[in-house]
């Protein structure tokens, strides 16, 4: 079934509830409505997810498991470190996560699932943060152009701004390496 999902429903996100009703959502949410992406909101941009989920054919610790299906898009802008001028920086991706209803069940899991999520059973998650996150650590932490003498699309004016604006979790992501 395919449904659109409210800001709010995907922050109150009941996991095994859509796994069970075997969903396909998709949610737009303006990203001056969330809560780190707004610092590089583009114009009226919003972020697009589609969301569905798959049954996995593992079984861990006697436990069925569920795979969430994302797929992702955004237009941020960011600003080029080398000349100063505004840079729409476009997020894509598609990727899968398996769920475990435990600490224990995700411990059952081959080495080769790095990434995961844990979520009890009637758990409600922060979906829309847990994206959030996803894209600011696939963030460039030096945004630059690939040609700066290009006329650029987006945001002259913006410049005059001329805020800074850092990669908050570029500090993290340098632990992460
Ligand atoms: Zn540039």
């Known amino acids: 079934m395919n ?32 809560r780190e992406l707004s610092k590089f909101a ?16 593992n079984i861990f ?23 100063l001028e505004n840079l729409a920086w476009h997020y894509e991706q598609e990727f899968s996560l398996p769920i475990f209803r ?9 080495e080769t699932v790095e990434d995961f999520l844990v979520c009890e059973q009637a758990e409600k998650i922060d979906l829309l943060w847990f994206i959030e996150e996803e894209i600011l650590l696939a963030m460039p932490m030096i945004a630059k152009h690939e040609n700066c ?5 987006f945001g002259k004016e913006k410049n005059n701004l001329a805020e800074e604006k850092e990669n908050p979790f570029a500090a993290l992501k340098q632990l992460l390496k």
């Open 61 to 83: 610790a006697g436990q069925e498991t569920f795979e969430l299906n994302f797929h992702i898009s955004t237009i941020l802008d960011l600003q080029c470190q080398r000349c």
């Open 3 to 34: 449904r659109v999902f409210s800001k709010e429903q995907l922050e109150n996100f009941d996991v095994w509830g859509f796994c069970k009703n075997n969903d396909i959502i998709g949610c737009q949410v303006a990203l001056t409505d969330t």
């Open 102 to 110: 435990s600490e224990k069940q995700a411990e059952n899991a081959p």
């Open 149 to 153: 003498s290009l006329p650029q699309a």
């Open 42 to 57: 583009h114009q009226d941009g919003v972020l697009s997810i589609e969301l569905a989920s798959q049954k996995n054919a």
